[in-house]
């Protein structure tokens, strides 16, 4: 079953918090608690059920940064989420919600950086992921980085992570691999080796599907990986000229 599908049900009986418990308490009647959870989503039992809601809420907030909403950007929330036809009316009745309720972005992402505490991987995966979805209609605006950046120095990440991030996203014939390996040309080679093995460990798409990161998103996670690994050998070449 999809993890999209589940969704709204999987609301039904939890207590949440923060202005995720506020927007999915209007959604199904006010009934949800903003106090009887300090994590707000923590009591979901599947943590992919907080994963996808966060992507989905980040998206709608996405989807008006550039100051309109294109079709583009729609069908690729659809799309690149990999949303069932059968499950897009659910779906959609929480990204509406999120796109027309007047709480920024902000609240969302302090709320998630809480609930993901101690996995900055999770995180930095959510930002690939928007980044993902923003460059849907090939013009990636100021904006829009600009909002994604934001949000990923309230999940704490540092420029070096957030630059890492952007350069994976590159095809392979343009991304920098010393920027991709969070690292300096000056560096020697057993550091970046270091540097590369710890990054390979924590982004491995395993480990971040058992972190709760979607089955239906996680090829991206394994473009990154690709990414990292070629960065590895196009160092290792460099170094060895």
Do not use: C
């Not at 006010?30 to 809601?53: D, E, T, Y």
């Amino acid at each position: 079953m999809s993890i999209w599908g589940s969704l709204i049900g999987g609301m039904v009986g939890f207590s949440l918090g923060g202005p995720f418990g506020m927007l999915l308490g209007s959604i199904i009647g006010g009934k949800i608690s903003r106090s009887r959870s300090r994590a707000g989503l923590g009591s979901f039992k599947n943590p992919q059920q907080i994963f996808a809601l966060s992507l989905i809420v980040l998206s709608a907030k996405l989807s008006k940064a550039d100051g309109q909403v294109s079709r583009e950007e729609l069908v690729a929330v659809k799309e690149k989420l990999k949303i069932p036809e059968n499950e897009l009316d659910q779906v959609g009745i929480i990204f509406n919600k999120a796109k027309e309720e007047s709480t920024g972005y902000e609240p969302y992402a302090q709320q998630i950086a809480q609930i993901y505490r101690g996995n900055l991987n999770v995180l930095e995966e959510v930002i690939n992921i928007l980044f993902y979805i923003a460059e849907a209609d090939g013009d990636l605006s100021n904006n829009e980085i600009k909002m994604i950046e934001n949000i990923a120095k309230i999940f704490g990440l540092n420029e070096t992570q957030i630059k890492s991030i952007k350069e994976t996203r590159k095809s392979s014939d343009k991304l920098n691999p010393y920027i991709v390996l969070e690292s300096n040309p000056k560096d020697d080679l057993k550091i970046i080796r270091k540097r590369y093995l710890k990054l390979s460990k924590e982004h491995h798409p395993d480990l971040l599907m058992n972190k709760g990161v979607p089955e239906e998103v996680i090829e991206e996670s394994k473009k990154k990986m690709r990414a990292i690994n070629l960065a590895w050998n196009q160092v290792q070449k460099l170094k060895a000229n």
